[in-house]
């Protein structure tokens, strides 16, 4: 770690299908439950009008309002309620999307089709382009520092923390209020991802089984509250775990299918595990990308060989799309949350529908339930959470647990 | 067809008040920026005022309007 600034969690929110909240995300996950129905997860009990006024909702996409409310969950979560504790000019806030407002795109466009192109509403940009929701939030909480969405498919939000942490740790911020957030559960949406094959076509998330046939899309968002280490300490922050290791790749080959051979994926592996100064034998869990699809599951796989060596076969990996689908550019962050909450409950969550695994599909993926979780090492338990989207972006996360 | 000042006020409030603030509060003398309405939202004003009286408000027009009382003044004149 030579004297990098390090960088803490101090404050977490989701909202998924499994609920409005990081809690029921981690708690029903462990429990077994599946968020997702009819072949989707939405976040069916998000209700915009419990969290936003009429004039905020109907300004912000839905990709937003669920950026929003998890923002609003983690400062408090963070206890930032009252007056923020930095300058509001060293708070900076990024929120990643994979696609953006795509639901106000479509409106407008049937508006335009409907009633001309001079009846599009004056909300359409600000609403639908994909720096859209960190707008919101720096403008929610008064956070003055940069602020920006960062796009890469379903790479985005693990960009956004890794990103977020260099921000700290080169000293430009001394907090970051970062996260993903996506709403693409769309006649369009679904119409594209089904063209380009990859949704599963009996709508389960199955990852690693044998059965498995594409991915099932969800909807949601995950933001944390980012911290550098000694600042928090200073305040009297409650500090939940460290963003320890970020690390980033490109296959630099297919539009959409990942290497075959899971090279480039595990120097992002491996790269992250550098930075944060591990060694695979004191990685105690690995939150999978496990996207359910032939490919990524196959490749994936191949990567973590490459990149834990013998250790692939010992540690245990799940997935968090098997509960909730793929929240594509929310799915990093919503995942580093879950991780996040997994270490400090010693608990290693499930890959739900995997029941026999693919061919060469041959390390632990946890099938069926819950199971404790061995720490292998003395001291803050580590994980990785791997995020790969198409394009050929790579991320590895290296995240701590409370010591 | 002409269209009373009372049937334009009574459009132009149903309007304002779906982009946020309480009908209650929009009266003809409360201003924009009271009701925190701005200029995104005039631009949607003008667009429901062009589908409903065929009166086209141009953004040098909304420029001059302070309060509610004002726009519906404007537009009643245009649709006489």
């Known amino acids: 770690m030579g004297d990098k600034r390090r960088v803490v969690i101090t404050g977490m929110g ?43 909702a109907r300004r912000m996409d839905r990709f937003s309002q669920l950026g929003v409310v998890a923002s609003d969950e983690a400062l408090a979560h963070a206890g930032w309620n009252d007056e923020k504790p930095y300058d509001p000019f060293r708070i900076s806030t990024i929120l990643a999307t994979g696609i953006g407002g795509i639901s106000t795109v479509e409106t407008n466009h049937d508006v335009m089709r409907q009633k001309g192109a001079n009846r599009i509403s004056p909300l359409g940009i600000p609403m639908y382009m994909p720096n859209a929701g960190a707008a919101a939030i720096s403008m929610r909480h008064g956070l003055q520092g940069q602020s920006f969405g960062i796009v890469s498919a379903c790479t985005s939000g693990a960009h956004a923390i890794g990103l977020a942490a260099r921000m700290i740790q080169y000293g430009d911020a001394d907090a970051v209020v970062a996260g993903g957030a996506e709403a693409t559960l769309t006649e369009f949406g679904f119409a594209c991802f089904r ?51 970020y ?23 491996t790269l992250a595990m550098h930075d944060a100064g591990v060694t695979p034998g004191e990685i105690s869990y690995v939150n999978a990308h496990g996207t359910s699809t032939e490919l990524n599951d196959a490749s994936e796989t191949l ?61 632990d993926y946890v099938p069926g339930q819950s199971r404790e979780m061995v720490m292998v090492a003395d001291g803050a338990p580590v994980a990785l959470s791997n995020s790969f989207a198409f ?13 | 067809m002409s269209v009373t000042k009372e049937q334009v006020q009574e459009r132009v409030v149903e309007a304002l008040a779906s982009f946020g603030p309480d009908a209650d509060t929009i009266t003809s003398s409360a201003t924009f920026e009271e009701l925190d309405i701005d200029s995104l939202d ?7 005022v062009e589908d409903e009286y065929g009166v086209v408000l141009k953004g040098e027009d909304m420029k001059e309007l302070n309060t509610v009382g004002d726009v519906v003044e404007l537009i009643s004149t245009r649709a006489a």
């Open chain 1, 303 to 363: 990567a973590l060989k490459l990149a834990l060596g013998e250790y692939a076969y010992k540690i245990p990996i799940s997935s968090t799309k098997s509960t909730i689908g793929h929240l594509l550019g929310a799915a990093g962050a919503v995942e580093a949350i879950a991780t996040l909450q997994a270490l400090n409950a010693g608990v290693v969550p499930p890959t739900l529908g995997l029941e026999v695994p693919g061919e060469g599909l041959d390390l």
């Open chain 2, 42 to 48: 005039l631009v949607e004003l003008a667009q429901i």
């Open chain 1, 14 to 56: 989701a909202v998924t299908p499994l609920g409005v909240g990081a809690l029921p995300l981690y708690e029903r996950w462990a429990a077994g439950v599946v968020g997702i129905e009819d072949g989707m997860g939405a976040c069916r009990s998000f209700d915009p009008a419990e969290h936003l006024s009429l004039k905020e």
């Open chain 1, 391 to 403: 394009g050929g972006h790579n991320v590895g996360l290296v995240i701590k647990g409370h010591g």
């Open chain 1, 247 to 269: 690390g980033s790749t490109s296959d630099a080959g297919h539009l959409t299918a990942p290497d075959p051979t899971g090279r480039p994926a595990a120097t992002a592996l």
């Open chain 1, 195 to 245: 063209a380009v094959q990859a949704l599963s076509e009996k709508g389960i998330s199955r990852p690693f089984d044998v059965q498995r046939d594409g991915f099932v899309m969800g909807e949601g968002a995950g933001v944390l509250v980012l911290e550098e280490a000694e600042a928090a300490k200073a305040r009297g922050a409650n500090i939940f775990g460290e963003i320890a290791g």
